[in-house]
């Protein structure tokens, strides 16, 4: 394999699993570790990614955006388990809020067995999945259709909310950045309903893969002091948990 095509393709193995560490990348490419160091060195010098200890992350412009399509194919086995987690901390009786996302569609599929529950959400396919369900009060937040993440936004999203207290609210994330203390997403009409939602609940739960830690989007949600607990794979940096207990968020993690 020539260099070039070797660079594109540890580009696009990037591009699938958000980070990488050289001996990883060694294997599967099947060279030595020296020359990934050079790769990853040429790779970095045209601002495609960044080096870090022992590997490499991909870089992404701050306002990039998959589609939810693309996200729902990635760490499934991963948001499961989140999700499976997630509804420990749900009661009979509780009022919850799911916020738009492909882990709090993960559990959804969770909340089979409850029959006493308000469910408040501001995603189309999430409303979707509960209208399957029966003996479960479900409220959509009327607004306007962002397709790339088919949540409802804008002041009618705002002004429904605005109505109600929520016991729990369970958000996703694009981004956690340990350093700057937040938590971020590409669009600053989505970052303005899920700040709302934590606003209006009595307590916020974070749902996310370990893909998102270390990534900066353009518009900031939340501080993560603001965070109550935070849900997440095992596959996380060795220091994540000393950060979030430095924010006082409540970690959990979980095996896929």
Known sequence: MFMEERKAQILEYLRHLSRASVHDLS???NVSEST???DLK?????DNIKRTHGGAILLQP???EASIGDRQKGYIAEKQAIARKAVEFINPGDAILLDSGTTTYELVKELKSFTNLSIVTNSIIIMQELADLPGLEVMLL???LRRETSALVGPFAEQSLNMIRIDKS????NGIDVKEGIITTPNLTEARIKRMMITNSRQTILLTDHSKIGKLNFAKVADLSEIDMCIVDEHVPSEFEK???RYNVNLHM???
């Open 62 to 64: 701050v306002s990039f």
């Open 42 to 46: 040429e790779l970095e010098e045209t």
């Open 36 to 38: 990934i160091r050079r």
């Open 27 to 29: 294997q599967q490419f």
């Open 142 to 144: 009327g607004g306007i």
């Open 254 to 256: 979980v095996n896929p």
């Open 243 to 245: 950060d979030m207990q």
């Open 170 to 173: 369970f958000i996703g994330t």
